[in-house]
T-cell receptor, first 112, second 113 residues
Framework: DTGVSQDPRHKITKRGQNVTFRCDPISEHNRLYWYRQTLGQGPEFLTYFQNEAQLEKSRLLSDRFSAERPKGSFSTLEIQRTEQGDSAMYLC??????????FGPGTRLTVT | GESVGLHLPTLSVQEGDNSIINCAYS??????FIWYKQESGKGPQFIIDIRSNMDKRQGQRVTVLLNKTVKHLSLQIAATQPGDSAVYFCAATQRSNDYKLSFGAGTTVTVRA
């Protein structure tokens, strides 16, 4: 257990529905990253925060995706109007030393 | 952008033998390289990292070698155990892109008893 927690661990939703995932980083970590991982592939960067500021969004993150980290602690990732192509594992990682990112267990999303 | 790739998608190794997992990267500006282990249903677990100014780093039962000339790194696992069965990813990053990780596709290591 790395200390990064994610909720829920699994989510099954119907196409067109909205979903929200939560990540709680290691408490003293100021950076928080979101990645997406599809079967057989490595994680792909989506977005990251330093404290409450969202510093970058990947072009993989369409307008249907939004992430927040309102108080510089936990973060949420929302997907609106889900599509089948959104089915993936959504991983959160946190870091104090920037390149030492510690990952949570992930939220597996299945869009039917 | 950074392209990171592993040489073999699968590796089968006898328990007790040494394992070697290889990885190639494309961006010579990468500052740090990290190896992660991912077990089924879990997130990637940090194993060991190496800075670009080093060519070797050792941990507990693991050694990472970096060859910047050919943009290649490897992870060596000594005396492989059943608990080492997992998917292994190499990742590259650099300070100039704020340490966003670029991952390869992963090598699935299966340890035979």
């Amino acid at each position: 257990d790395t200390g990064v927690s994610q909720d829920p661990r699994h989510k099954i939703t119907k196409r067109g529905q909205n979903v929200t995932f939560r990540c709680d980083p290691i408490s003293e970590h100021n950076r928080l990253y979101w990645y997406r991982q599809t079967l057989g592939q490595g994680p792909e960067f989506l977005t990251y925060f330093q404290n409450e500021a969202q510093l970058e969004k990947s072009r993989l993150l369409s307008d249907r995706f939004s992430a927040e980290r309102p108080k510089g602690s936990f973060s949420t990732l929302e997907i609106q109007r889900t599509e089948q192509g959104d089915s993936a594992m959504y991983l959160c990682a946190s870091s104090l030393v920037a390149y030492e990112q510690y990952f949570g267990p992930g939220t597996r999303l299945t869009v039917t | 952008g950074e392209s990171v790739g592993l040489h073999l998608p699968t590796l089968s190794v006898q328990e007790g033998d040494n394992s070697i997992i290889n990885c190639a990267y494309s961006n010579s500006a990468s500052d740090y390289f990290i190896w992660y282990k991912q077990e089924s249903g879990k997130g990637p677990q940090f194993i060991i990292d190496i800075r670009s100014n080093m060519d070797k780093r050792q941990g507990q039962r693991v050694t990472v070698l970096l060859n910047k000339t050919v943009k290649h790194l490897s992870l060596q696992i000594a005396a492989t155990q059943p608990g080492d069965s997992a998917v292994y990813f190499c990742a590259a990053t650099q300070r100039s892109n704020d340490y966003k990780l670029s991952f390869g596709a992963g090598t699935t290591v299966t340890v035979r008893a």
